[in-house]
């Protein structure tokens, strides 16, 4: 089955400055991955995807870039702000999603 | 549009008892899924339908667990009987499409304890 590896586990930023998450995934199948993010006691939710027939997408200050060679898909948040502190998920599959283990984003004000 | 509702928020039950965790998919939705959620194992699916029948349980840890579907508005999880290691937080998603056409929509979960 699918293997998802998200880097780093916690990070923290400075309000402003700009934030990467990475992922890898092993399955050559997998054709969708989306990012998710998870406020406490909250379910995760959707704040941008890529399919497999795209590179790179952006919305605002959020972006994602997909390497299908490389097999390896990134999240960027530019302009940080405190409200976008909490845990992000990767996930990829086709018929099936397989979630990272997260990475906790904490903006200081 | 209201979103994936789950009942209940929180369940506290003792080792040996049935729980039973309910799910309302977005209406119109025609694919559901259950996952679980712990700090050791992160997010894992255990079931999902479509149309209201099972298409992949292989997630499902045993067979103390069962899910069903007896409509496109309803969901549950049953756990029968409970153990200390069920505890974790379950989530309900749901999707209009399967996820290469349609993202999935979570509901804020049922966090469970058993004692």
């Known amino acids: ?109 | 549009d209201a979103g994936v509702i789950q009942s209940p928020r929180h369940e506290v039950t003792e080792m040996g008892q049935e729980v039973t965790l309910r799910c309302k998919p977005i209406s119109g939705h025609d694919y559901l899924f259950w996952y679980r959620q712990t700090m050791m194992r992160g997010l894992e699916l255990l079931i999902y339908f479509n149309n209201n029948v099972p298409i992949d349980d292989s997630g499902m840890p045993e067979d103390r667990f069962s899910a069903k579907m007896p409509n496109a508005s309803f969901s549950t999880l049953k756990i029968q009987p409970s153990e200390p290691r069920d505890s974790a937080v379950y989530f309900c998603a749901s999707s209009r499409d399967s996820i290469s056409n349609q993202p999935q929509h979570f509901g804020d979960g049922t966090r469970l304890s058993i004692l």
């Open chain 1, 1 to 109: 089955g699918e293997n998802v590896e998200q880097h780093p586990s916690t990070l923290s930023v400075q309000e402003g400055d700009s934030a990467v998450i990475k992922c890898t995934y092993s399955d050559s199948a997998s054709n969708y991955f989306p990012w998710y993010k998870q406020e406490l006691g909250k379910g995760p939710q959707l704040i941008i995807d890529i399919r497999s027939n795209v590179g790179e997408k952006k919305d605002q200050r959020i972006a994602v870039t997909l390497n299908k060679t490389a097999k390896h898909f990134s999240l960027h948040i530019t302009e940080t702000q405190p409200e976008d502190s909490a845990v992000y998920f990767c996930a990829a599959g086709a018929n099936n999603l397989f979630f990272g283990t997260g990475t906790r984003l904490t903006v200081i004000p």
